[in-house]
């Protein structure tokens, strides 16, 4: 809940919703500058959008492929932020931190399984053809 809420001051609807998108950025801008594996999904896309082009993909192929990586990187938004969370509580070894950050590491280990998957489907028969003459 927004601090200017809690105090009982009323805030501008239109305010309101520019500072949301405002936080929202600032967490992207984060995972950008600090996340590798952010950087590394983000070039993902790319090459998957390049491919996509190249091989002319179908709507349905494109709704999938995208989302699939998309999904990747929301994963690795949440992750970012219970790491973030769990080092806020402690900077001490507790088996309760690492289960948190170890199945929020697991979580986008699965997501971008399931995204290789979904994508390996989509391009494996397009890319096979020109890869065996």
Partial sequence: MDLKKQKGKKINPIVDIFNK???SFQGMFY?????TSFIFETISMLLIVILGIIFNISFMEWIFSVLSLL???EVEFLNTGIEATVDMVTDQFHPLAKIAKDCGSAATCMASIM???VNLVIFVPKVWPLVMG
Avoid: D, G, N, P
């Fill in 21 to 23: 998108f405002k936080y």
């Fill in 31 to 35: 995972c950008f500058t600090h996340e």
């Fill in 71 to 73: 999904l990747v990187m």
């Fill in 115 to 117: 995204a290789l998957i």
